[in-house]
């Protein structure tokens, strides 16, 4: 019986790596034009600012929503919206998640969101583009340019669905954003890394 699951797992796994071999892309052209919508849980927002200046601190967001219309033809003509619940806040730290969602900080029970709305893409290369934008954090919206790169496309063997995915980075001050508690001591300056799968809905 055990020499009959096995067997069956291994077939499993060989059909399952098939199916991804015969539909992943990394060629940005053979993107399927559409609308898609956030896949939350393989999306991750991670920031970092500086401790005091010794070390660098990672956080994490998670539970992200939002859309994106994407043609590989018309980039220009992306839209993407995208939107990051504040509590989903998360370190290594319990006590620190909730002081960082407390109101001295991010203030979730006030600002329970943080929202970014494209403005402007622009293709930089292939598979690559500056996304302008509006972010609104903590009441307050500043623009932000997102740098963005595409990783790859096609139907997830898991959920049978067409799927995008892209990394992007940008930089903005906290303080910008009425975030100013310890600053300097707790750098001003933060670092985003986005990781998000987009699946195709339209």
Known sequence: MNRILASTAVLL???TSAVAAD????NPAAVVAGVYTVEPAHTRVQFAVKHMGFTSFYGDFTGVSGSLSLDPKTVAASKLDVTIPV???STTNRALDGELAGADWLDAATYPTMRFVSTRVVQTAAGKATITGNLTMHGITRPVVLMAS???SGVNPLDK???VGFDATTTLK???FGVKTYV????DETSLRISAAF???K
Not at 23 to 26: A, D, E, G, L, Q
Not at 184 to 187: D, I, K, L, S, Y
């Open 184 to 187: 300097p001591m707790v750098g």
């Open 87 to 89: 509590a989903s806040v």
């Open 161 to 163: 669905a067409y799927t």
């Open 199 to 201: 699946e195709k809905t």
């Open 150 to 152: 595409f990783n790859g």
């Open 174 to 176: 906290r303080s910008d």
């Open 13 to 15: 796994a060989l059909a």
């Open 23 to 26: 539909t992943f892309s990394t």
